[in-house]
């Protein structure tokens, strides 16, 4: 969809450790927070297109149905401005703060603004670009889009509206009734605290109530502001909070919503906001919080319900949910199991698990001879740990994916694994839905008659279904019992696969693999270590150093010290210890 709004829509948190409070130890942890910026652009990105066009679709994560702030205050919080627009400088300025726009006039970055003389350039929160605007005698003469790193223009404007830096924002000319509302409040819960025999809880929420609000009055802004969004939304208490579901609607009325992965996402969904609750509620009991920050949730599973009109669910393994959901309505049920490239489902074979290592490597070096790649997927931790280090000291390229790899490191491994750095990757539960990898021929499951979750009938079939985007693919299970769920499985596969050869057969369709291009940035990985080598490389052979390059140089060898040291390779840390002493 080229010509369309493509917007996504995730958690901005590259680290979340919510606000709580542990009665046993007496331990309050207050919200601690790192937000990526380039997901924040992303998500007020999204917003920012479905208030302004129609064409917009969004790819979204479970946090779209936690609060987000009313789609129609946001959408009032904007400043239109147009070429020969009667308006002062000092205007605009105001205004831009009070949509928490910062003035910075000597780092330009997303949600600032500078004045040089006559110019206010405006970089809005989410654009790659920012938008200069010229007065002259209390009148805007031009507008004009440009690139805040070489300052170029990009194109000439002949207006714009520009929308809030944050999704929290709040307007000065309600503080009075939104404040005397939470002040009424304030005193309930404190009274209620009293009459309980609580003295240090009802202080506690009269000290940190009034600091908040002496906060928002004095900047528009708090950290934990979010916990007042009913007041400020004007919503009953208990009434569901905005969220981007409530953009998509006022979009437009007839959205279309696809769960992926719905035997998933759903569940995930309907456990959100028992969750949360039961960690407020101890914020309430204890005077961190009002009871109104019960209100700041995500949407319950009913609510989510209410609110997605028309839904389209795709899985592989639909729960009996999805199903009895479809199964109402005429047609409600389509399955998609023939693919364009005439690919089939793999072939499986059961073996014993005496002797499963020693068939394993056999069968991975079949694979490796032919360039293609192999996932072995294992119950345990310390399993995936152990017969990683095995095949490694066989001499076989493998890497171990686990849980505590980043989400975006972890698309870097299977890129690296598609690129043929390794040729195997070892793993527990991170082998299923969503990876598709062309080059993998064999998917391996170890001890596939433990019957539980990790090999539930729905676990084994999207195991299995990784392998199936190769001509050759095959998938082997190590088991010497055959439990209800891998019969239900292998009978699951075979059934679709039985349809898709039908369907080649019926219409001379011979199957070829899935022919996928590596993403460009592990190329551009490599290129960039390349390059970072070749100028270390230079920095080392030079007889005197520029203080940026003795800087650089510097930082490059402290890093490979701690990697030596954590490899407990310490002859070497000691020798790069010393380079880096010389060089200071």
């Given at each position: 969809?080229?010509?369309?709004?493509?917007?996504?829509?995730?958690?901005?948190?590259?680290?979340?450790?919510?606000?709580?409070?542990?009665?046993?130890?007496?331990?309050?942890?207050?919200?601690?927070?790192?937000?990526?910026?380039?997901?924040?652009?992303?998500?007020?990105?999204?917003?920012?297109?479905?208030?302004?066009?129609?064409?917009?679709?969004?790819?979204?994560?479970?946090?779209?149905?936690?609060?987000?702030?009313?789609?129609?205050?946001?959408?009032?919080?904007?400043?239109?401005?147009?070429?020969?627009?009667?308006?002062?400088?000092?205007?605009?300025?105001?205004?831009?703060?009070?949509?928490?726009?910062?003035r910075?006039?000597?780092?330009?970055?997303?949600?600032?603004?500078?004045?040089?003389?006559?110019?206010?350039?405006?970089?809005?929160?989410?654009?790659?670009?920012?938008?200069?605007?010229?007065?002259?005698?209390?009148?805007?003469?031009?507008?004009?889009?440009?690139?805040?790193?070489?300052?170029?223009?990009?194109?000439?404007?002949?207006?714009?509206?520009?929308?809030?830096?944050?999704?929290?924002?709040?307007?000065?000319?309600?503080?009075?009734?939104?404040?005397?509302?939470?002040?009424?409040?304030?005193?309930?819960?404190?009274?209620?605290?009293?009459?309980?025999?609580?003295?240090?809880?009802?202080?506690?929420?009269?000290?940190?109530?009034?600091?908040?609000?002496?906060?928002?009055?004095?900047?528009?802004?708090?950290?934990?502001?979010?916990?007042?969004?009913?007041?400020?939304?004007?919503?009953?208490?208990?009434?569901?909070?905005?969220?981007?579901?409530?953009?998509?609607?006022?979009?437009?009325?007839?959205w279309?919503?696809?769960?992926?992965?719905?035997?998933?996402?759903?569940?995930?969904?309907?456990?959100?906001?028992?969750?949360?609750?039961?960690?407020?509620?101890?914020?309430?009991?204890?005077?961190?919080?009002?009871?109104s920050?019960?209100?700041?949730?995500?949407?319950?599973?009913?609510?989510?319900?209410?609110?997605?009109?028309?839904?389209?669910y795709?899985?592989?393994t639909?729960?009996?949910?999805?199903?009895?959901?479809?199964?109402?309505?005429?047609?409600?049920?389509t399955?998609?199991?023939?693919?364009?490239?005439g690919?089939?489902?793999?072939?499986?074979?059961?073996?014993?698990?005496?002797?499963?290592?020693?068939?394993?490597?056999a069968?991975?070096?079949?694979?490796?001879?032919?360039?293609?790649?192999?996932?072995?997927?294992?119950?345990?931790?310390?399993?995936?740990?152990?017969?990683?280090?095995?095949?490694?000291?066989?001499?076989?390229?493998?890497?171990?994916?686990?849980?505590?790899?980043?989400?975006?490191?972890?698309?870097?491994?299977?890129?690296?694994?598609?690129?043929?750095?390794?040729?195997?990757?070892?793993?527990?539960?991170?082998?299923?839905?969503?990876?598709?990898?062309?080059?993998?021929?064999?998917?391996?499951?170890?001890?596939?008659?433990?019957?539980?979750?990790?090999?539930?009938?729905?676990?084994?079939?999207?195991?299995?279904?990784?392998?199936?985007?190769?001509v050759?693919s095959?998938?082997?299970?190590?088991?010497?019992?055959?439990?209800?769920?891998?019969?239900?499985a292998?009978?699951?596969?075979?059934?679709?696969?039985?349809?898709?050869?039908?369907y080649?057969?019926?219409?001379?369709?011979?199957?070829?693999?899935?022919?996928?291009?590596?993403?460009?940035?592990?190329?551009?990985?490599e290129?960039?270590?390349?390059?970072?080598?070749?100028?270390?490389?230079?920095?080392?052979?030079?007889?005197v150093?520029?203080?940026?390059?003795?800087?650089?140089?510097i930082?490059?060898?402290?890093?490979?010290?701690?990697?030596?040291?954590?490899?407990?390779?310490?002859?070497?840390?000691?020798?790069?210890?010393?380079?880096?002493?010389?060089?200071?």
């Amino acid at each position: 969809f080229p010509n369309n709004a493509v917007s996504y829509f995730v958690s901005y948190y590259d680290y979340y450790q919510p606000e709580a409070y542990i009665p046993t130890t007496d331990t309050y942890i207050e919200k601690e927070s790192e937000t990526n910026e380039e997901l924040d652009k992303l998500r007020l990105s999204a917003t920012t297109n479905l208030l302004t066009r129609k064409d917009v679709i969004v790819v979204a994560s479970v946090s779209c149905i936690y609060n987000l702030g009313s789609p129609i205050e946001y959408g009032k919080f904007v400043m239109e401005i147009k070429t020969g627009m009667k308006i002062d400088q000092k205007s605009v300025v105001l205004r831009l703060a009070d949509l928490q726009y910062e003035r910075n006039d000597y780092a330009f970055q997303r949600g600032a603004f500078r004045i040089r003389g006559e110019t206010v350039d405006v970089f809005p929160a989410y654009m790659d670009n920012g938008i200069k605007i010229e007065i002259l005698n209390d009148k805007i003469v031009s507008l004009t889009e440009f690139d805040p790193l070489t300052g170029k223009t990009v194109q000439v404007l002949n207006g714009t509206i520009i929308y809030p830096a944050k999704h929290y924002v709040t307007d000065p000319n309600t503080y009075k009734d939104v404040f005397g509302q939470i002040r009424h409040d304030l005193d309930l819960r404190e009274k209620e605290l009293k009459k309980q025999k609580k003295l240090v809880e009802a202080q506690r929420i009269r000290q940190r109530t009034t600091y908040d609000l002496e906060m928002i009055a004095e900047l528009g802004f708090v950290n934990g502001i979010e916990n007042y969004s009913r007041y400020f939304d004007k919503r009953l208490p208990g009434e569901p909070p905005y969220c981007l579901l409530d953009y998509l609607q006022a979009c437009s009325k007839n959205w279309l919503c696809f769960v992926d992965e719905s035997h998933m996402s759903l569940p995930q969904i309907r456990g959100m906001y028992n969750g949360d609750r039961a960690r407020k509620e101890m914020l309430i009991n204890y005077g961190f919080r009002l009871p109104s920050a019960l209100d700041n949730r995500p949407l319950r599973f009913d609510e989510f319900m209410q609110r997605t009109h028309q839904m389209i669910y795709v899985s592989a393994t639909p729960n009996e949910y999805e199903l009895s959901l479809a199964s109402e309505f005429e047609n409600g049920i389509t399955e998609q199991l023939v693919r364009p490239t005439g690919l089939v489902d793999p072939t499986i074979t059961i073996k014993p698990t005496k002797g499963q290592i020693e068939g394993l490597i056999a069968e991975i070096e079949k694979r490796v001879k032919k360039h293609q790649r192999v996932l072995v997927t294992t119950l345990t931790k310390r399993m995936s740990e152990d017969l990683s280090a095995y095949l490694a000291e066989q001499g076989i390229l493998v890497s171990y994916l686990h849980s505590d790899i980043e989400t975006l490191e972890r698309q870097d491994e299977l890129d690296r694994l598609r690129a043929g750095k390794y040729d195997v990757l070892v793993g527990i539960n991170l082998l299923r839905e969503g990876l598709d990898l062309p080059e993998v021929s064999l998917v391996a499951i170890l001890d596939a008659d433990k019957e539980g979750f990790l090999r539930s009938r729905t676990s084994l079939i999207q195991i299995m279904g990784r392998a199936a985007r190769h001509v050759e693919s095959q998938v082997i299970m190590y088991a010497d019992n055959m439990t209800g769920s891998m019969r239900e499985a292998i009978e699951e596969v075979e059934r679709r696969r039985l349809v898709q050869l039908k369907y080649n057969k019926k219409h001379g369709i011979t199957p070829k693999s899935i022919q996928k291009s590596i993403r460009a940035r592990l190329v551009e990985e490599e290129q960039e270590d390349q390059k970072s080598a070749e100028f270390l490389m230079k920095l080392k052979e030079k007889d005197v150093l520029m203080p940026d390059e003795k800087e650089h140089l510097i930082k490059q060898l402290r890093i490979e010290m701690q990697q030596s040291a954590k490899e407990l390779d310490f002859e070497t840390a000691a020798i790069l210890r010393d380079q880096i002493k010389l060089l200071k």
